[in-house]
């Protein structure tokens, strides 16, 4: 079983910056699809941004340019840098690790980030 523990979150103005970190336990981070979603009160869970065992890297249009994911496999850990944040920035975000292996997805508890105007 695997879990995630998601940190980093909080309050901070418009135009700041932030770091979240995802933490995994077991064995097969390093080949792991590991995804960050986010989401708002009374709306659907997107999709922000995502990299794959071999390091590559898609985002979702309302962040390219501003969020980076990155991933340091010898500390089983995903990180989503966020720069230039904004109020819409604001929602609850989840850490996701697809193990391809055996077909299975896993779900950090969130982390909170607000983003002040």
């Known amino acids: 079983q695997v879990q995630l523990v998601e940190s980093g979150g909080g309050l901070v103005q418009a135009g700041g910056s932030l770091r979240l970190s995802c933490a995994a336990s077991g064995s097969t981070f390093s080949r792991s699809i590991m995804t960050w979603y986010r989401q708002a009160p009374g709306k659907r869970r997107e999709l922000v941004a995502r990299?794959?065992?071999?390091?590559?890297?898609n985002y979702a249009d309302s962040v390219k340019g501003r969020f980076t994911i990155a991933r340091d496999n010898a500390k089983n850990t995903v990180y989503l840098q966020m720069d230039g944040l904004k109020f819409e920035d604001t929602a609850v975000y989840y850490c996701n690790a697809i193990d391809v292996s055996i077909h299975r997805d896993y779900w950090g508890q969130g982390t909170q980030v607000t983003v002040s105007s």
């Open positions: 990299i794959t065992s071999s390091g590559n890297t």
